[in-house]
């Protein structure tokens, strides 16, 4: 099994004028033929035919009415990059066609989105790709317009334009016959030496006007050591800007990584439940029973940032629907607020993005530490949002919680991991450690029930196991997946074994640590805030190294080692340092 990884490869500064017109040129014709083939007919077409996009189309016929020398496989790159656009939106209405009946009469809100996805629940093609969620927003835009909802996928969506002339090399003749582009790895000298074909002129109107250029690039390390084990695929070429706003440009090359096949013993696992106030909990659990971890929250750090885009995207929807109201939908006041509402959606969707990204590389970063056979994930159609839970809640917690699991799932297999999936009830509502009923309270200082409450207490009095609700959740999950059944195995249960104590984190106000700490780390402790320890992912009892994965998400111990301060830490600890590196360590040596 096998995937391709992008490596970018910069181009000479020196030669940037040559690359801009290549940009240029792109951009300009690629735009061109996508307008002449946006139609019914053509998506039909591209969506019928299984071969490489650019197949699909004339190599001549596109560019006739242009006055241009174009090389034929130039040519023929740019049919690749329009043919994949237009089966992409192809795809997007489909799934438009299957969500139009069960479009409201008003704007869609939380619990049509639900619905909407719980028809198409089935078609995963439609759900991993995001096309749903690209729909809805779509669809609510074009409804902020014109009050209603569009017949046709073409009437709410206008022709594609390209923004930059990326240009895409895989439908070229190879890395020594490319007509485009040449390039050939030097592996004793750790060399990339590129032959680039690139317009003289922006209007280029002979073979003349084109001219190979060559450049031998050194390359990095991280370039050098995949290459050890892949091979280098067809490059993309990228304009790219930096941070002080220049532009540069880069060969993107795929390197073609053989994987490792996922075992299919599941004789250690990392257990995973998604929670409504932790985006992830996990927990390393193994077939008999034991507990190798502590189990660790997987925490998104700009969920308050998120609240208040929610807010402003709110505020902004309300005065929306007042001027339309009031008739006034096609005034400039209206659509400079529809700009702003666009502004701020897209940055809930960038948001949304950093998390789904992020908490998937902190799971990866556990799994590899604790050296687990396969990562165990709940059902995603057994959760259910908890009563009067806002819509931002709601949006955080089942919105993203696939696109986390997809993102798992895709790093895993690269990893060589394997990704169960198990469809429990109950799952914190029974004791891991007895397998008796329990119930929720709202926290460890409290007894009463409380039906979403955040800390378990199991009923059974000669048992008396209590814990935080998703860490109980996690650790019945394994019990569900080595049980082998759709149902909580009662005489199977999971128990700490490891050399250190469970501290149970509280929420009781006013708690201090006699531990020397900083101002920022003394003000997490105020309130009713959960406080969690200050221990480390995965570690020897004579070293104190961890890895994670970096980003916007924090892992924090849900419980803390005895030797930790329980109540002092907000989670930095070293298991968030920014490190992309991970490292495996053997279970054994917890």
Same mark, same amino acid.
């Given at each position: 099994?096998s995937d391709?990884l992008?490596?970018?490869?910069?181009?000479?500064?020196e030669?940037?004028?040559?690359?801009?017109r290549?940009?240029?040129?792109?951009?300009?014709?690629?735009?061109?033929v996508?307008?002449d083939?946006?139609?019914?007919?053509?998506?039909?077409?591209?969506?019928?035919?299984?071969?490489q996009?650019?197949?699909?189309?004339?190599?001549?016929?596109?560019?006739?009415e242009?006055d241009?020398y174009?090389?034929?496989?130039?040519r023929?790159?740019?049919?690749?990059?329009?043919?994949?656009?237009l089966?992409?939106?192809?795809d997007?209405?489909?799934?438009?066609?299957?969500?139009?009946?069960?479009?409201?009469?008003?704007?869609?809100?939380?619990?049509?989105?639900?619905?909407?996805k719980?028809?198409l629940?089935?078609?995963?093609?439609?759900?991993?790709?995001?096309?749903?969620?690209?729909l809805?927003?779509q669809l609510?835009?074009?409804?902020d317009?014109?009050?209603?909802?569009?017949?046709t996928?073409l009437?709410?969506?206008?022709?594609?334009e390209?923004?930059?002339?990326?240009?895409?090399?895989s439908?070229d003749?190879?890395p020594?016959?490319?007509?485009?582009?040449?390039?050939?790895?030097?592996?004793?000298?750790?060399t990339?030496?590129?032959?680039?074909?690139?317009?003289?002129t922006?209007?280029?109107?002979?073979?003349?006007?084109?001219?190979?250029?060559?450049?031998?690039?050194?390359?990095y390390?991280?370039?050098?050591?995949?290459?050890?084990?892949g091979?280098?695929?067809a490059?993309?070429?990228q304009?790219?800007?930096?941070?002080?706003?220049?532009?540069y440009?880069?060969?993107?090359?795929?390197?073609?990584?053989?994987?490792?096949e996922?075992?299919?013993?599941?004789?250690?696992?990392?257990?995973?439940?998604?929670?409504?106030?932790?985006?992830?909990?996990?927990?390393?659990?193994?077939?008999?029973?034991?507990?190798l971890?502590?189990?660790?929250?997987?925490?998104f750090?700009?969920?308050e940032?998120?609240r208040?885009?929610?807010r402003?995207?709110?505020?902004?929807?309300?005065?929306?629907?007042?001027?339309?109201?009031?008739?006034?939908?096609?005034?400039?006041?209206?659509?400079?607020?529809?700009?702003?509402?666009e502004?701020?959606?897209?940055k809930?969707?960038?948001?949304?993005e950093?998390l789904?990204h992020?908490?998937?590389?902190?799971?990866?970063?556990?799994?590899?530490?604790?050296?687990?056979?396969?990562?165990?994930?709940?059902?995603?159609?057994?959760?259910s949002?908890?009563?009067?839970?806002?819509?931002?809640?709601?949006e955080?917690?089942?919105?993203a919680?696939?696109d986390?699991?997809?993102n798992?799932?895709?790093?895993?297999?690269?990893?060589?991991?394997?990704?169960?999936?198990?469809?429990?009830?109950g799952t914190s509502?029974?004791?891991?450690?007895?397998?008796s009923?329990?119930?929720?309270?709202?926290?460890?200082?409290?007894?009463?029930?409380?039906?979403?409450?955040?800390?378990?207490?199991?009923?059974n009095?000669?048992?008396?196991?209590e814990?935080?609700?998703?860490?109980?959740?996690?650790?019945?999950?394994?019990?569900? %997946?080595? #049980?082998?059944?759709?149902e909580?195995?009662?005489?199977? $249960?999971?128990?700490? /074994? +490891? =050399?250190?104590?469970? @501290?149970?984190?509280?929420?009781?106000a006013?708690?201090r640590?006699t531990?020397?700490?900083?101002?920022?780390?003394?003000?997490?402790?105020?309130g009713?805030?959960?406080? %969690?320890? #200050?221990g480390?992912?995965?570690?020897?009892?004579e070293? $104190?190294?961890?890895? /994670? +994965? =970096?980003?916007?998400? @924090?892992?924090?111990?849900?419980?803390a080692?005895?030797?930790s301060n329980?109540?002092?830490?907000?989670g930095?600890?070293?298991?968030?340092?920014?490190?992309t590196?991970?490292?495996?360590?053997?279970?054994?040596?917890?």
């Amino acid at each position: 099994m096998s995937d391709h990884l992008s490596l970018p490869i910069h181009l000479p500064d020196e030669d940037a004028k040559r690359f801009k017109r290549l940009a240029i040129l792109t951009q300009r014709v690629a735009n061109h033929v996508l307008e002449d083939h946006w139609t019914p007919v053509h998506l039909d077409g591209i969506a019928d035919a299984s071969h490489q996009a650019w197949k699909y189309f004339n190599e001549h016929e596109p560019f006739e009415e242009l006055d241009l020398y174009l090389p034929s496989r130039f040519r023929r790159c740019l049919l690749q990059k329009v043919g994949e656009t237009l089966r992409s939106h192809a795809d997007r209405r489909d799934a438009f066609q299957s969500i139009q009946s069960v479009l409201p009469d008003h704007k869609i809100r939380r619990i049509h989105r639900r619905r909407i996805k719980d028809q198409l629940w089935d078609d995963g093609d439609y759900l991993s790709s995001g096309y749903v969620d690209i729909l809805i927003d779509q669809l609510n835009s074009y409804y902020d317009r014109h009050g209603t909802y569009p017949d046709t996928y073409l009437e709410m969506q206008d022709s594609p334009e390209y923004d930059n002339g990326v240009l895409p090399f895989s439908a070229d003749d190879g890395p020594t016959s490319g007509q485009a582009v040449k390039y050939q790895y030097d592996s004793d000298n750790e060399t990339l030496a590129i032959r680039l074909k690139t317009p003289d002129t922006l209007s280029p109107e002979t073979r003349g006007d084109w001219s190979w250029t060559q450049y031998e690039r050194d390359g990095y390390e991280a370039f050098h050591d995949l290459l050890a084990h892949g091979d280098l695929s067809a490059p993309e070429f990228q304009p790219s800007r930096g941070k002080t706003g220049d532009t540069y440009y880069e060969l993107s090359f795929p390197v073609e990584v053989e994987h490792p096949e996922p075992t299919d013993d599941g004789d250690c696992v990392l257990a995973l439940d998604a929670g409504m106030r932790k985006d992830m909990t996990a927990v390393v659990v193994s077939d008999d029973g034991e507990q190798l971890s502590t189990p660790h929250f997987i925490r998104f750090t700009d969920r308050e940032k998120m609240r208040r885009l929610h807010r402003e995207r709110t505020r902004l929807n309300d005065r929306l629907s007042a001027l339309r109201c009031d008739g006034h939908s096609h005034t400039d006041e209206f659509a400079h607020i529809h700009s702003e509402y666009e502004r701020v959606n897209a940055k809930i969707q960038h948001k949304r993005e950093q998390l789904t990204h992020d908490v998937a590389n902190q799971v990866l970063a556990l799994a590899l530490a604790y050296d687990v056979d396969a990562i165990v994930h709940e059902d995603l159609r057994s959760l259910s949002p908890p009563r009067n839970e806002s819509t931002l809640s709601w949006e955080l917690s089942s919105w993203a919680r696939r696109d986390i699991i997809e993102n798992i799932e895709y790093r895993a297999d690269c990893a060589g991991l394997a990704v169960k999936r198990v469809f429990p009830q109950g799952t914190s509502r029974s004791c891991p450690r007895c397998g008796s009923t329990g119930h929720t309270c709202k926290s460890p200082d409290h007894h009463h029930e409380h039906w979403w409450g955040g800390h378990f207490r199991c009923d059974n009095a000669r048992c008396g196991f209590e814990g935080d609700r998703d860490y109980i959740g996690a650790l019945n999950v394994a019990r569900v %997946f080595f #049980s082998e059944t759709d149902e909580l195995d009662h005489g199977f $249960t999971s128990s700490y /074994t +490891g =050399g250190y104590e469970i @501290v149970l984190a509280g929420r009781s106000a006013g708690e201090r640590s006699t531990v020397s700490r900083s101002s920022s780390e003394a003000s997490s402790d105020a309130g009713t805030r959960l406080t %969690f320890g #200050s221990g480390i992912v995965a570690y020897k009892p004579e070293q $104190t190294t961890a890895t /994670t +994965g =970096g980003g916007s998400a @924090v892992i924090a111990p849900a419980v803390a080692v005895s030797e930790s301060n329980p109540t002092g830490s907000d989670g930095r600890g070293p298991v968030v340092q920014q490190c992309t590196q991970f490292v495996r360590y053997a279970t054994e040596s917890y």
